[in-house]
C-alpha cells in the first residue's frame, strides 16, 4: 500500500468549510468528466446510426461506417496536443483555470456538431466541417480528463484520495448512461424524424451541463497540492519538457497503461452497437438498453472499487481490470451471439466489472506517480497518448477485423492482447513514495527501468 505524501496538507479530518470546499470540486470535475464522456458517446452513437448516412452518403454502407468511424477517431489524433497544452498550463497558473478553458471548448464543439449541415445541404463542406469540430473536441479533452482527476485528487485527504478520483471518475459513467438513455429515447421517433432533426437533440442538450459546470468551475478553490508547490516556489518554468526528460520511462508505461481499457471500453461502447444492429440484426433499444442498464451498475461500482483502492491499493484493482478484459470479452461474444436477452446482459455485466474497477483505479494510479510540479503535463499526454494507441482506432479495427475474417474472434483476441499489455506495464508502474511530491530532487528514470530489470530477473529466475 502506498505511503501518504508527507507534502499534502493533513486533511484526514477535514473542517466543514474544507469539506464543503472539497464537495464542489468533486462536483465540478465530476460535471465536467460526465459531460466528456457524454460528447464523447454521442458522437460515437452518432457516427453508427447517422453520421454514416448523413454526412457520407456517396459510399457503400461499410465504408460510409469505417469513414464516420474514422472521424470519430481523428479528436483521439489531437487529444496529446492538448495535453501538452492545457497539462503544461495547468502546472504553470494552476488547475482551476486550465480546467474553465477546457470546458468552455468542449462544450461548444458539441453544441456546433448539433447545429451543422448534412452533406445533402452543403456537399463536401459537411464531413469537412465535422472532422473540424471533432478535433476541437478532441483537443480540449487532450486535458480535461487528466485535469479533473488531478484536481479532485489534489484536493482530498490523502486516505481518501483513490475515492474522491474514482468518484470524479464515475462522471464517466453518468455521461455514458445519459447518452445512452437520450438516444433510447430518440429510438422511438419514426426513421425519418430521426434522421432529419432527432439526431441533433443529444448534442444540443449538451449545452445545459455545460452551463452547470462553468459556473461551478468559476467559482472553485485552486487544488491544495498545487498551492503548496506554488508557496514553496517550485513551479516549473518548463514543466512538460521537465517531465520528458525526467520522467520519460514513467510516461511511456503510463501510454501502454491506458491500451487494455481503451481498446476494450471502446469496442463495449460504440462498436457493440454497430455490431448488434448490423451483425447480429438486433434492434437498437437491445443494445442501448444493454449498455444503459450495465451503466447504472458502474455509477455505483466506479466508487466502491475507488474506496477499495484507498485500502489495497491502485495498483491490485487496476491489475485485475485488465486481468478480467483478457478472458472476459470472448464470453461477451459468445454471450451477444445467443441473442438472449438476459444472456446478453450479463455479458455486459461482466465487462462492466472490468470497466469499472480500471475506472476507479487508473487516474489517480497514474497522476500520483509523478511529482507534483509536472503531474498534469506528465499525465495528460501520457494519458492521451494511451487513448490515441488503444481508445481512439478500437471502432475501427473492431469494425475491419470482423469484416476480414468474418466473425468476433479475432476481435475478441484484440481485446484481449490490449488487456494483456496493459497488464504487464502496470507490474511496472508505482506511485511516489513521501517526500517526492513538491518534484524535489528524485530518480529520474533510470530508477525506473532498473526497478524493470530488477523485477525481470526475478520473474525468469
Known sequence: MTEPDIYAPDRTSPPSEEARSLYRTVFACGTGTALEYYDFFIYGTAATLVFNKLFFPQVSPLAGTLLSLATFAVAFIVRPLGGALFGQLGDRIGRKRMLFLTMLLMGGATLVIGLLPTFDQIGLMAPILLVIVRLLQGLALGGEQAGATVMAVESAPVGRRGFVGALVMSGGAWGMLISNAVFFLLAFLPDYQFMSWGWRIPFLL??????????????????????????????????????VTQYWGRMLLVVLGMIGIGVNFYILSVYSISYGTTILDLPKSTILSAIIITTIFAVFLVPAFGALTDKVGRKPVFLASNGIFIIVPFLWFALLHTGEYSLILLGFFLMIVGYSSGLSAYSTFFALSFPTSVRLSATAVAISVGAVAGGSVAPFVATWLEAATGGWHAVAAYMSTAAAVSLIAGLFIRELPKGVAVGMPEATDAGVISGMEDITDRVIS
Not at 462553468?214 to 517531465?243: C, G, I, M, Q
Request: aromatic share 8%.
Open 206 to 243: 449538451s449545452s445545459v451541463l455545460v452551463g452547470i459546470s462553468l459556473f461551478v468551475r468559476y467559482r472553485l478553490e485552486e487544488a491544495e497540492d498545487f498551492e503548496v508547490v506554488a508557496e514553496l516556489d517550485a513551479v516549473r518554468k518548463t514543466p512538460l519538457k521537465d517531465a
